[in-house]
């Protein structure tokens, strides 16, 4: 039994030997491996990235023009986010004269020409000078289909793959992320040497996402089968902290950050901790568009529409306002005829079908008669539902800002929006020492809110429309435009 211990505890030791054994070796290699690395980040950042700045034909006492590059790889689609994107590229061309900006996109079935006519059309937004495109090939790598599982941490990942790219097809003096993809910017600053700013629509997670999980609320990303399994809730859970930090992590690397409302700035500055350079830039709202509809008194009609505007996307929960129309329509007599019209795109398939299920719903419920649905139809026809409606409905939860409630309070609506996110903290709030508009979070606050306004008396009503139509002028082009060009001056400062 003691030679038993003996050997035993000779072969313990010889393995402890071995093991230091490997100790030396490793780390030369480890050291080596380092080293490399560095080599190779170093030639990157002073040789490669160098090469690909835009050549131009200066003469040798000219001075150098800088060069601004967006990173919008969705720049064509026709949404707020591009709006945000023309009226900077505008503004930075109207401040700054002797710029060149450069758009990395991913839209390589259309041209140059193509891009910018659809920014005059749909926003009607002309550029002083040209900008220079740059068409990305791998723009396929950033899309959510791609990842049916982990989807934040593929998206990010494949996001680094894409800025990748873009950083070897041109290097720019000051590079600014205008879609959220934050995960670019170190790749920007400490390969490329770029100044770095980003524009953030909505948090890639969020403190209310890790809350949710937490809590265990079925929600649109959140799939009932996780919410109901308290160990796949933890491991999701767990991922959620990890891919948070990562995502401040990167995030903090930004030299300027702008957020689009104090919804979105409570979370950044929770995840990223850049408090002393995070600025509130809201986006800019074509409200000019609808400021000639006349606000005419409406308490003698006949019939009352309330209208609803947004993309048939799950997290516009337009279920939410069918069942609180229901209830409305069930629980409350009224005097005259009252009908809802959810106007809205879709983008693809999942959105038709989703449109499908919206129609068996109010099937269901016998609403039928009184539910409309307008689908993807032209500005003029939106316009005159707008004029004809008493009531914009929203019902996002969380939205980041929410430019459909600036459109409806403009046209002159009594808004009934979430009580959560941008409507709650910065669009339906007073405005100098009058109301604006309504909140909601349940389908009996919806349904008992819009009997509420429906039983206003006219003058109060009117009142209510005209404080709202009032406030929006704080989301219009200029004063994006001069936000914007204030946060972004410390990039172009000397030095």
Known sequence: RFRDGMAAGGGESGLLRFMFSLAYPVLIITTGLSFFLVAILLYIRLWTCPQKRISQNAGKSAKRSLVVAFFHPYCNAGGGGERVLWCAVRALQERYADIKIV???GDQDVTDEDILDTAYRRFNIKLRQPVQFVFLEKRYLVEAKLYPFFTLL?????SVLLGWEALMKCTPDIFIDSMGYAYVLPLFKYLGGCH?????????ISTDMLSMVKDRNVRFNNAAFISNNPILSNLKLVYYHIFAWLYGLVGSC???IMVN????????LALWKAGDRTHIVCPPCDVQAFLDIPLEDNSKRTEHSIVSIGQFRPEKDHALQIT?????????AHKCAVKLVLIGGCRNAEDEERVSNLKKLCENLGVQENVEFKINIPFAELKKHLSEATIGLHTMWNEHFGIGVVECMAAGMVILAHNSGG???DIVVPFEGGETGFLADSEESYADTVNTILALPPEQRMEIRRNARKSVSRFSDHQFEMAFISALDYLFSPG
């Open 103 to 105: 758009i990395y996109t």
């Open 154 to 158: 593929g998206q990010s990942l494949g």
């Open 196 to 204: 770095v700013g980003c524009y953030i629509h909505y948090p890639t």
């Open 254 to 256: 930004s030299d300027i």
């Open 261 to 268: 409302s104090t919804w979105t700035l409570n979370h950044i």
């Open 324 to 332: 609180a129309f229901h209830r409305f329509m069930r629980d409350y």
């Open 423 to 425: 409507p709650k903290l």
